[in-house]
């Protein structure tokens, strides 16, 4: 086990499960927030941000190995993604570097870094992790690139999960769409099985909850039917609709100052016809294997 760990990201959906996974197995935990310092909850808190680089000199200091889950995951301009997702994690590897005693460094990256064109969201994780690779020097890096995470906490999922066990399913995309879906608590044992590896891989992963090629709207759709108790019904969301819904939402967005998670240029990723993947990789690398199923997830309103 690596000790003396740097979190970015903590405060976030995936980072705020994290940190509670690595605290309670004792693992001395230093986290960036924006908002927080101080020593809380078992971790010391570093004030400041991705573009403060004393901030990050002060997180990496002395740390073994750093987990960078911090991102932009929404935004109305491609150059708030490029910001965050790239600078953001160049100036972390660079202090990481100078830090002098960062042996592994954990990318959380996303599936949507396989088709780059496909979003500014897709494009800057993919930039991420190649300007990372290229900074990284000695630094072992290891890329993860899970695919659409959920569970407590989460945002995006969970009223698409409400909707499913009212009975509607709202679908976007072709009929013969092929999903994957992991668990964040999986995710979490996932980050662990890393850190407790003897020698961190530099190498990329992709993961999911091992269902084999993903989901059809289909079967989600017959897994919450069986569920209920009760059919549940497909809304195909048409294209000019989709599209529609989305400029929308931009609009929206720019007049509050709110960044959107639906926008035109996330609807590529939304309608790709294949986003299913295979753990078989992160599984013989480090052992894990997920251990939370949709149907379980669903019936125990684990989300
Ligand atoms: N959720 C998914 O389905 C999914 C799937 C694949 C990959 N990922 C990746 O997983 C990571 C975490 O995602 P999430 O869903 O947990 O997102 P999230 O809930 O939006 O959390 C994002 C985290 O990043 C921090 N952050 C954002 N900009 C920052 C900046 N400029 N300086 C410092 N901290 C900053 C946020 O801090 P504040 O709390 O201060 O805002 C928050 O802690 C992201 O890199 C994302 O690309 C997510």
Known sequence: MAYTVALTGATGFIGSVLRRHLTRAGVPLRALSRQRDGFEDGTEWVRGTLEDEDALARLVAGADAVIHCAGAVRGAAPGHFERVNVDGSLRLIEAARNGGRCERFLLLSSLAARHPHLSWYARSKFEAERRVGQAAGEIAVTVFRPTAVYGPGDREMRPIFEWLL??????????????????????????????????????????????????????????????????????????????????????????????????????????????????????????????IVLQNALREHWF
């Open 166 to 291: 009212r009975g509607w399913l709202f679908t976007p995309g072709q009929d013969g769409a092929r999903l994957s879906l992991l668990h964040v608590e999986d995710l979490a044992c996932a980050v662990r099985k890393w850190l407790e590896s003897p020698q961190a891989p530099a190498a990329t992963y992709e993961l999911n909850d091992c269902q084999p090629d993903g989901y059809d709207w289909n079967s989600i759709a017959a897994i919450a039917a069986e569920i209920r108790g009760n059919p549940v019904r497909r809304i195909r969301v048409p294209m000019p609709l989709l599209k529609g819904l989305a400029q929308a939402n931009l609009l929206v967005s720019r007049l509050s100052g709110r960044a959107p998670m639906l926008t035109p240029a996330k609807v590529g990723e939304l309608t790709h016809p294949d986003w299913s993947c295979s753990n078989e990789a992160v599984r013989q690398a480090l052992g894990w294997e997920p251990r």
